[in-house]
């Protein structure tokens, strides 16, 4: 069984700091990662996808990536309250169709 | 509108009725995805469609599960026999063959008493 591998949290940060959200993963041949933002009661949205080993910034938000490691990684600057919800960690599995998300990490930004 | 649709949003079953629930696609998109979501939980693959093609149907958990989507746009998801263990909230998700970018669907809450 490939899995996804996340801190549940909750990771509790200040207004204004970098929030850092980990993930790791089975499947070593996965090509394609990303991190998902689910407030509660609502449905998953992409912040970001990435697809080679490094940094892939996008505004606030930098995606980290080592496949050695099997490592992903969420880097959150300037942290606004806003930004708490769950953030589902998911990487698309070998040659198939099928993704496979994380439990999520639930965070905390205080004002 | 432009977005995936699901309904009904929520859906309150007896244990052992059937139930079906809806997935309205993004217009043009190739690929459409089912999701069971337990809370606390992060979605879980159910089923994969390629247009009319249901490619992957791994995650299904029992021959109680069906899924469909026979002309390539709108899919259904069946549930016979409704077990207490099924309640969730059933995601739908749908991408273009350009982007495999996820666009998800606000669910829906099955509650089976």
């Known amino acids: 069984q490939k899995e996804v591998e996340q801190n549940s949290g909750p990771l509790s940060v200040p207004e204004g700091a970098i929030a850092s959200l980990n993930c790791t993963y089975s499947d070593r041949g996965s090509q394609s990662f990303f991190w998902y933002r689910q407030y509660s009661g609502k449905s998953p949205e992409l912040i970001m996808s990435?697809?080679?080993?490094g940094d892939k910034e996008d505004g606030r938000f930098t995606a980290q990536l080592n496949k050695a490691s099997q490592y992903v990684s969420l880097l959150i600057r300037d942290s606004q309250p806003s930004d708490s919800a769950t953030y589902l960690c998911a990487v698309e599995e070998t040659g198939g169709f099928k993704t496979i998300f994380g439990a999520g990490t639930r965070l905390f930004v205080k004002a | 509108g432009a977005g995936v649709s699901q309904s009904p949003r929520y859906k309150v079953a007896k244990r052992g009725q059937d139930v079906a629930l809806r997935c309205d696609p993004i217009?043009?998109?190739?690929?459409l995805f089912w999701y069971q979501q337990a809370l606390g939980q992060g979605p879980e693959f159910l089923t994969y469609f390629q247009n009319e093609a249901q490619l992957d149907k791994s995650g299904l958990p029992s021959d109680r599960f069906f899924a469909e989507r026979p002309e390539g746009s709108v899919s259904t998801l069946k549930i016979q026999r409704t077990q207490q263990e099924d309640s969730a909230v059933y995601l739908c998700?749908?991408?273009?063959?350009?982007?495999?970018?996820?666009?998800f669907g606000a669910g829906t809450r099955l509650s089976v008493l």
């Open positions: 217009s043009g998109h190739v690929s």
């Open positions: 990435i697809y080679s080993n």
């Open positions: 998700a749908s991408s273009s063959t350009r982007e495999n970018i996820q666009y």
